[in-house]
Structures are given as structure tokens and as C-alpha cells.
């Protein structure tokens, strides 16, 4: 996909162009900065699906078990119905009109707002895409958390393991170990979130800001 990536003719413009705008302290470099330091992924197409931006967030999900995917420098939806809601959601986009919708199905189902920009922010018929998490939290985001709230590595995995929907005698079961601690270790999760119930504790996880690792966002600059 970073190949495919690399051949987008307007990628390889913005990558190789050194005027104003893309000088050091610009506000094009600013706002791509900003981009890439959340874990969600952000695309900026023309009203044809055209892609002109797209952080490294969203060029990890455009991969080829995507149901939506870029090529020749285009995003497109394998599937014909798929690809009607998009083409749908950008022409809307020429009279202001903002969508989600929900590509795919399964555990690749992918969900996304496609907007349009405001007057002045972009070309006419510019669509900003936010695509859908994979996960309920990211994994820079749940080791922040856990180190805020002082959990133990035990708590932090049960934690992990409770946003992914398992259940208290399937973390028993994965864990090797008595549903008894896994009920323990819930409890103490609980008391240092000052959470009631698994369902608090998982909807406060979920409210997380999404942030990028450093190493994983170095990759794509």
C-alpha cells in the first residue's frame, strides 16, 4: 500500500514541492504534523475520490482487506453497493452536505464521516474523510491510562481484554488463572478509576483521545 501511496501523482507533487507553504514553520507543515500525531485516520480527496492527503493512521487501514481502498490514486470500494454510498456521500458534498456511512461488513466493517470542507479551508468539492477505529482504544492511549490511573500490567491486560468484549470467565480461560483473580483484578480496576461497573469502566476507555505512538508515526515521514 506505501508503494501504491508513493505512484498518487498528487502525493509525490506535495512531497517534492519546497515553496511557501510547504517551508519549515508553514501552516501546511503544521496541520500535517497534527494529523499524524492522533490514531485516526484523515483523508482529503476531491469530489471525484481523488486523494490528495491521507496520515499514516488511515494509510495502515486503506490496506487490500479494506473495504475501502486506494488505487490509481483514487479511493474506491471493492464492493459495487459500497462504492455507490461513497460516490453518494461526494456529491452531497458539492451542496454542504455531511454523511456517514458504513462500508464492508464483518470484522472489516469500516465506518466514516465524509465532509466537506469549509469555504476557504479547500478547493470547492474537497471532502475531508475521518475514518472509523479498528479498536475501542489504541494502545498508546490504554498505557497512558493505565499509567495515569497506577494499574498494574495484570489490571491493564484484564482492561485490554474487557474493551475487546471478552468476558470475565473468557479472561480466566486466556489468562490460565481462577475467575476469582480476574474478578479481583476487575475490582481493583474499578476502585483506582472510581468506576461502578465494567460497562463505566469500558465506556471511559472509549471516550480516550486517540494518540500515535512516535515510532509508528516516524515511519510515514
Known sequence: MDGMLGRTPELGR???????????????RWWRQA???????VCLV???????YANSTARAQLDEMSPLQLLDGALVAPQRVDQQRLEQALTDVQRGLRHLICLGRGPMRLSLSVLPLPEGQGRPGQALLVLGKRNLCGELPM?????????????RQ???????????????Q?????ISTVRTQIA?????????????????VAQLPPMQGVLRAMEYR
Not at 46 to 52: K, N
Not at 158 to 172: F, H, M, T
Open 158 to 172: 484484564v482492561l485490554q481484554a474487557l474493551c475487546a468484549g471478552l468476558q470475565p470467565q473468557e479472561i480466566a
Open 35 to 41: 494529523l499524524e500525531e492522533i490514531d485516526l485516520g
Open 143 to 155: 498505557l497512558a491510562f493505565a499509567r495515569e490511573h497506577q494499574l498494574t500490567a495484570a489490571e
Open 188 to 204: 481493583s480496576v474499578r476502585a483506582k478509576t472510581a468506576t461502578e461497573s465494567i460497562r463505566d469502566l469500558v465506556a471511559m
Open 14 to 28: 506535495l512531497a517534492s514541492y519546497r515553496g511557501p507553504e510547504r517551508r519549515r514553520g508553514s501552516p501546511d
Open 46 to 52: 476531491t469530489g471525484v475520490g481523488q486523494l490528495l
Open 174 to 178: 486466556r489468562n490460565g488463572v481462577a
